[in-house]
């Protein structure tokens, strides 16, 4: 199974938007509703930030949000803050009982 | 507050094993299913292998197929990963992750909560 594509990195200023591409094949993203992504920082766990493509675990700000189209999803956060300088993965069910992760995306607020 | 505490990482040499365990709490454990995913340093994440909620089915990837080891024992809140002979890329930071049901499946193939990791090193 190959790992869905992410741009290795993105950056953007405060107040900004920015979106975080993960493309993948009609075999994972695109026929399941069941991206998810996740936010690290370094040396920790990752943090879900979004689940079944565009749905935020409580307490997740709505800052970030989740869209799909295609074999493609994207995370936009809007009204970037420094904390938000973070490594993201977004990761997909791919069938037959297995699941594959995109490479990862670095943040960098300006 | 739901935890997962992952340990028995550590250094090892080539060809040789390890058991990982990742003990629950805050939760009724019996109810989820539960993954492994690990990161090499430097690298991204890597889903590793799923267990049913009640341990009737187990899963990997490809690169660990027969040499690691999802199992589980709901009467000890405890999901374990042996891994038998290590090699020098098995070395990673080995997170264990609840399963996040969507809907009404039981399974949902979403990672919520994960465990803080523990680290393998696989080196002579």
């Known amino acids: 199974q190959s790992a869905l594509t992410q741009p290795a990195s993105v950056s953007g200023s405060p107040g900004q938007s920015i979106t975080i591409s993960c493309t993948g094949t009609?075999?994972?993203?695109?026929?399941?509703?069941?991206v998810s992504w996740y936010q690290q920082y370094p040396g920790k766990a990752p943090k879900p930030l979004i689940y079944?493509?565009?749905k935020r675990p409580s307490g997740v700000s709505n800052r970030f949000s989740g869209s799909k189209s295609g074999n493609t999803a994207s995370l936009t956060i809007s009204g970037l803050q420094a904390e938000d300088e973070a490594d993201y993965y977004c990761?997909?069910?791919?069938?037959?009982?297995?699941?594959?992760f995109g490479g990862g995306t670095k943040l960098t607020v300006l | 507050q739901v935890q997962l505490m992952e340990s028995g990482g550590g250094v090892v040499q080539p060809g040789r094993s390890l058991r990982l365990s990742c003990v629950a709490s805050?939760?009724?454990?019996?109810?989820?299913?539960m993954h492994w995913v690990r990161q090499a340093p430097g690298k991204g994440l890597e889903w590793v292998a799923v267990?049913?909620?009640?341990?009737?089915?187990?899963y990997y990837a490809d690169s660990v197929k027969g040499r690691l080891t999802i199992s589980r024992d709901n009467s000890k809140n405890t999901v374990y990963l042996q891994m038998i002979s290590l090699r020098v890329e098995d070395t990673a930071v080995y997170y264990c992750?609840?399963?996040?049901?969507?809907?009404?499946?039981?399974?949902?193939?979403?990672?919520?909560?994960w465990g803080q990791g523990t680290l393998v090193t696989v080196s002579s």
């Open positions: 992750a609840r399963d996040l049901p969507s809907g009404t499946n039981l399974m949902g193939w979403q990672f919520d909560p």
């Open positions: 805050g939760f009724t454990f019996s109810n989820y299913a």
């Open positions: 267990i049913w909620f009640d341990g009737s089915n187990k």
């Open positions: 009609s075999s994972d993203v695109g026929s399941f509703n069941l």
């Open positions: 079944e493509v565009s």
């Open positions: 990761c997909s069910y791919a069938g037959g009982s297995s699941m594959v």
